[in-house]
């Protein structure tokens, strides 16, 4: 046997004696690492990265990961010393930052069977795919998945519950995730048996699920155990969640401090709160931090946040805050979105704008479109724009019959001008054209909203 074998066996046989690397001299690791044995170069990469002395830490952490052979370190450690490698490039440790290498490197780790790698390349993928899960992204998160990746399996049971169809792969990867203990996993689990979602309806382990995520405070499953919570528990219960970060708590809390509902008032505690619940994209605290603001470009900051999320209140406040600083065309667009969006008030007031020529041309036919949305749903100044017009034949044919309805409408709970519209128009009108009008105005006033026709 020559000296270099009987040395190889030697040193093979010194390192299965040894129950890790880590208790050799780094003297002895760095003479195995150097006669090829995989384990200590991986043991002396960490040792050198600890220092740190990251280009030797390089060196051999790719000669662990590439190493064959009898003394070649096991496939776990293969992989862990690639993945480490694409971590490095990653960072530009060691060597200048190549993302390139540090994907090869990756992927190397993945295909030797390191979870994290494979994860980390479906997360890229779906990064390059600007966040959709394309067959590629998919194979890289199965493959973590199957492996017990927790997170992976997440991803996996999140895309088949999009699916039609796809329910029973869906519940299987939560409940996989769940049982590793991924929170997200358990409250996501609970809520299908809490709706009965492609499972059979039982509330006793949606509970039980529930409670799992809620104790490793899990913001949402927290925040259901505040709704369900005793009236005397529930400040406690919304603190909890709040604490985790979920922005509904802290909205109710910020809400609770500025009404002072089981606590004392706290003006500077319910603006605290307001502020980390928008910061966690609570777009109803935006629109509560705009109510509380003086300063008036404060408030249009607020309502623009709380706007642009789709608080149609605050679209509508936005627009009126425009107006009155001059700003027309401005608010001429947000009564539009407003508008469109079913607020009544705001119905009528892009009506106005149009029938009026403010921040842009008039426009009759539009406005009479408007005001019709907001007279239907019993807005009163809409409905005697509505009679006015359609006397006029402003925006759609002269029409005296659904004048005087809509007018009537207007009249009901006596504004003083559609009164004197609809008399004046009576006196012009046949008997019969008024009895016609009365019995369109009582069946238009049926297909109100129930609250309008009571008030």
Sequence with gaps: MTHRALWLALAASMLAACTSTASLTDSELSQAAKQGDGRAQYELAKRLASEPDYPNAMHWM?????????????????????????????????????????????????????????????????????????????????????????????????WYSQQPGADADAIKWLERAAELGNRDAQYLLGQRYEMGKGVAKRPDIAQRWNDKAAAQQQPDALLLQAKQALPSNAFAAYQRAANAGSAEAELWLGMAYLAGEQVPADPALGRYWLELAAGHGSHEAEYQLSLLQVDREQQAHWLTLAADGGVTKALFELAELQQDQGALEQARASYAKAAQQGHTAAQYAYGEMLRLGQGGKEDYTLALKQYRLAAQQGDRMAQYRMGTLREKGLGAPRNRVHAYAWLSLAATEGMPEAVLARDELEAMMTKPEVKQAQKLSEHWFGKMPLTVRKS
Excluded at 75 to 84: F, P, V
Excluded at 102 to 109: G, I, P, V
Excluded at 112 to 131: F, P
């Design 62 to 158: 790719q000669q662990a990961a590439e190493q064959s052979g009898p003394l070649a370190a096991d496939q776990q450690i293969r992989a862990n010393a690639a993945w480490q490698v694409g971590d490095w490039y990653q960072a530009g440790l060691g060597e200048p930052k190549n993302p390139a290498l540090a994907t090869q490197w990756w992927q190397r780790s993945a295909r030797l069977g390191n979870t994290h790698a494979s994860y980390r390349l479906g997360v890229m993928c779906q990064e390059q795919h600007q966040g959709k899960l394309v067959s590629e992204c998919l194979d890289w998160f199965e493959q973590a998945a199957k492996r017990d990746h927790a997170e992976a399996q997440l991803v996996l049971a999140r």
